[in-house]
């Protein structure tokens, strides 16, 4: 009927805009970081924390960016429960996600401090930054095992279970790598020329498989029909 809201399609748009956010998310961050970290004066993309952009006169940009992708995983996160109303991975699944959407804003307000500071001499905001940039490289492996395990029994999402499974590995193998070397001395001052490499490796692998989650669900939503009256 015309003039009458159709609420099956207002759903359907809000789980094909959730499923938008989690392509977009991943992809600006990374593009963005990527670009900037080219074309900052002085930076050095293979040797600095990702982080260390949201120093000096332009460090407004990764904040921004910091805080773009915490929404954006946040809308997300809340499109996802809708989509896994019950079965495994249901709650703690978007809840996790959730949970890490609110440590990249806490990143992108908190900025770290120079990456020479000694850790007696660390400011506050430079603290919390470590310590909500720490919890998110813990929860990023933890999250892909944990849809792994819906994936697994899911039959419509069996045929990414592959790729969530392969993008774990890779993940929780970079992120161990990254944690190790950046909290050994005597291994970071011998990997101090690649640490930012490393960095990157720990996180992209997550936002990947973020990126290609979003698209399945995309994809799933585009092949039901718009319910227009």
């Known amino acids: 009927m015309t003039g009458r809201v159709n609420m099956s399609e207002v759903n359907l748009k809000q789980r094909r805009m959730t499923a938008w956010a989690g392509m ?7 593009g963005v970081f990527t670009l900037e970290g080219w074309l900052r004066p002085g930076y050095d993309p293979k040797a600095m924390y990702i982080s260390a ?3 000096g006169p332009r460090g407004w940009i990764q904040m921004a960016n910091f805080i773009v992708l915490g929404v954006l995983l946040g809308i997300f996160a809340r499109g996802m429960a809708a989509g896994f109303p019950d079965g495994k991975a249901s709650r703690g699944g978007p809840i996790l996600l959730g949970v890490l959407a609110v440590l990249f804003v806490v990143s992108g307000i908190f900025v770290m401090d120079p990456m020479d500071t000694p ?8 603290l919390i930054h470590g310590l909500a940039g ?3 490289f813990v929860l990023m492996p933890v999250i892909i095992f944990v849809f792994l395990r819906r994936f697994r029994e899911d039959v419509a999402w069996q045929s990414f279970q592959r790729w969530t499974l392969i993008l774990g590995i890779i993940e929780a193998t970079a992120v161990v790598v990254f944690t190790v070397v950046s909290k050994s001395p005597q291994l970071l001052a011998a990997f101090s020329d690649w640490i930012g490499l490393i960095q990157r490796v720990a996180l992209v692998p997550f936002m990947v498989w973020v990126f290609l989650f979003g698209l399945n669900m995309l994809r799933r939503e585009a092949s039901e029909p718009d319910l227009t009256v």
Do not use: E, K, N, R
């Open 119 to 126: 850790p007696d001499q660390m400011s506050v905001h430079g």
């Open 24 to 30: 977009l998310g991943p992809a600006l961050f990374v």
């Open 53 to 55: 952009l949201s120093l």
């Open 134 to 136: 720490g919890i998110v």
